[in-house]
């Protein structure tokens, strides 16, 4: 009997530890049959360039906006920006056009002469005064405006998110966004370098809030990036969309995170010219 309750209690302690074993192997279990995010089947190769785009930012891009913001005035950042929004109205006009918005296109037009005269060549923006409002178009919205798919969701080096579509198109406006560039090699040089520094100066002091606000901010970033483009395309009426996977999703955290995001998505797409010009508010607006 003693040798028989000695088996016996020697075998629950093993009973008892393979409880919790048997118990993970059912949670990785489930894990592994949960499907992956249908728009980003390149998830592995995207995670890896979204860190090596977020390294790149870290050594070089922000440390150069920094020097940026500390030396150039408040007035001529605004004056930078308006040249460079200014040069991008043609191309946005004529996207604009190209996706029957006629009216519209015809109005960037016209901001664009206005501001090039005007405004002394783009420095102040009079046609916003005048009651001409900016548009944001590019030439993947014009493809996905003509039904053209989007295509998986894809991050280029240094240039960022796009989808498969807009990767396609970018080329199309990076040409049109370029064609105003001196053709003296150190200037244009020079102009794309304020540009990029430009860009990103837009983005400081979003970061800290960003990666507060999520426990996976690559997945913040894409979520909002694929929702902001697909808002655009249809010009804020974007097709419900009903998904039947548990994916992974950072789910919405607050206007801060949110602009955060908007901020940062503006960061990743540097030389999209006509890239997400939303409304840059402050992480001060996010609610205590």
């Given at each position: 009997m003693k040798k028989n309750n000695a088996a016996s209690s020697g075998r629950a302690p093993v009973g008892r530890r393979l409880l919790p074993l048997?118990?993970?192997a059912v949670l990785l279990g489930g894990c592994a049959g949960t499907p992956r995010n249908p728009d980003d089947p390149l998830e592995g190769y995207n995670r890896a360039m979204f860190a090596f785009n977020e390294q790149v930012d870290k050594v070089v891009l922000k440390p150069v906006a920094e020097v940026?913001?500390?030396v150039v005035p408040t007035p001529l950042h605004i004056a930078i920006g308006n040249v460079f929004g200014n040069l991008a109205d043609p191309w946005i006009g004529v996207n604009n056009l190209l996706q029957g918005k006629v009216a519209d296109g015809l109005g960037d037009m016209m901001r664009f002469l206005v501001n090039s005269t005007l405004?002394?060549?783009?420095?102040?923006?009079?046609a916003s005064e005048a009651g001409l409002p900016k548009h944001d178009e590019d030439f993947g919205q014009t493809l996905g405006r003509w039904g053209v798919g989007e295509g998986a969701y894809f991050v280029l080096p240094i240039f960022g998110p796009r989808t498969i579509r807009d990767a396609v198109a970018f080329p199309a406006d990076l040409a049109a966004n370029s064609a105003w560039e001196p053709g003296h090699i150190p200037t244009r040089n020079t102009v794309t370098a304020v540009r990029i520094t430009h860009e990103r100066w837009r983005a400081l002091g979003t970061e800290k809030t960003l990666e507060?606000?999520?426990l996976d901010k690559y997945a913040y970033v894409r979520d909002f990036y694929l929702e902001q483009r697909r808002y655009k395309v249809f010009d804020g009426a974007p097709p419900r969309v009903y998904e039947d996977f548990n994916g992974a999703s950072a789910a919405p955290l607050g206007n801060g995170v949110d602009v955060a995001a908007s901020t940062a998505?503006?960061?990743?797409e540097l030389l999209g010219m006509g890239g997400l010009q939303l409304a840059h508010r402050r992480s001060v607006d996010e609610p205590k």
């Open positions: 048997l118990a993970c940026y913001d500390t405004g002394f060549l783009g420095v102040l923006d009079i507060e606000g999520t998505v503006e960061n990743l």
